[in-house]
T-cell receptor, first 114, second 113 residues
């Protein structure tokens, strides 16, 4: 299964509401990143949170990280139609060789209705 | 400044042909990553480099796939004897280091007929 698994797979909300997406992972990590992708276009980096951080903010975005539960959440407040996209988490997963490589989850498809 | 660029943006080829996909990372970025993304899925790790050294190629599907970054800057992903199942979006990303933010290029859409 995926190192990073987001849930829900799909989320539909009204403009102005908050959207929360979750990501779970399996191995030790150095950091976790959230990305946005509009309709199969490019991936846009949103936030990087390091393993020794618990929460980060960027504008309307808030990311939390709980390394004991191996999970992260992305909260988008006061959502807008333009936030409609797929959101992915990526973790740098520790490999048996001792190196790290980035693993992406399958994503949450967010639809914000105007 | 300039972001990550990839070329070609679209490539259509016939089964059995070799293709070379190019990635030009952000200047000064040490780490360079290759991913493959199927429609509706997240990017799938293929390989990555620090400078010119290939650090991990465990994601390359088979020995028809290879990548190089000879001078620690531009990288080429080569697929030999392409098959229809190789059709996908191939994405490149670069970062200041392996532990830093990755910046993605626009991708190369490969279609194997």
């Amino acid at each position: 299964s995926q190192q990073g698994e987001e849930d829900p797979q799909a989320l539909s909300i009204q403009e102005g509401e908050n959207a929360t997406m979750n990501c779970s992972y399996k191995t030790s990590i150095n950091n976790l990143q959230w990305y946005r992708q509009n309709s199969g276009r490019g991936l846009v980096h949103l936030i990087l949170i390091r393993s020794n951080e618990r929460e980060k903010h960027s504008g309307r975005l808030r990311v939390t990280l709980d390394t004991s539960k191996k999970s992260s959440s992305l909260l988008i407040t006061a959502s807008r139609a333009a936030d409609t996209a797929s959101y992915f988490c990526a973790t740098d997963a520790l490999q048996a060789s001792g190196t790290y490589k980035y693993i992406f989850g399958t994503g949450t498809r967010l639809k914000v209705l105007a | 400044g300039a972001g990550v660029s990839q070329s070609p943006r679209y490539k259509v080829t016939k089964r059995g042909q070799d293709v070379a996909l190019r990635c030009d990372p952000i200047s000064g970025h040490v780490s360079l990553y290759w991913y493959r993304q199927a429609l509706g899925q997240g990017p799938e790790f293929l390989t990555y480099f620090n400078y010119e050294a290939q650090q991990d190629k465990s994601g390359l599907p088979n020995d028809r796939f290879s990548a190089e970054r000879p001078e620690g800057s531009i990288s080429t992903l080569t697929i030999q004897r392409t098959e229809q199942r190789d059709s996908a979006m191939y994405r490149c990303a670069s970062g200041l280091s392996a532990a830093d933010t990755q910046y993605f290029g626009p991708g190369t859409r490969l279609t194997v007929l």
